[in-house]
């Protein structure tokens, strides 16, 4: 039979499970970075085609606004979830 320490095992165990928590968070906090700066290229692309289809001249600037509030609420939304896993 093999010899198995608890001392060996529990250490890779450990080992492992801080090496994922690690690149959860590398995950979770660059998904953060990329949220507003998202938000605000969809929000102004819409608002750009929305604005050639109609033949108007305001709504690019609306649709900047709404990306950019969309983009900070998701922003504080992701940033107090972090928090809380933490």
């Known amino acids: 039979m093999p010899d198995v320490s608890p001392?060996?095992?529990?250490?890779?165990?450990?080992?492992?499970?801080?090496?994922t928590?690690?690149?959860?968070?590398?995950?979770?906090?660059?998904?953060?970075?990329?949220i507003l700066p998202a938000a605000v290229?969809?929000?102004l692309l819409i608002g750009a085609l929305l604005d050639r289809w109609l033949k108007t001249s305001w709504?690019?600037?609306v649709g900047l606004l709404v990306g950019c509030v969309?983009?900070?609420t998701e922003l504080i939304r992701g940033a107090m979830r972090a928090g809380k896993d933490s």
Request: charged share 25%; hydrophobic share 30%; no cysteine.
């Open 7 to 19: 001392d060996k095992s529990d250490k890779s165990g450990e080992s492992n499970n801080e090496e």
């Open 21 to 34: 928590n690690v690149w959860r968070q590398i995950g979770r906090y660059s998904n953060l970075g990329m």
């Open 41 to 43: 290229v969809a929000g």
């Open 59 to 61: 709504i690019t600037l």
């Open 70 to 72: 969309v983009g900070f």
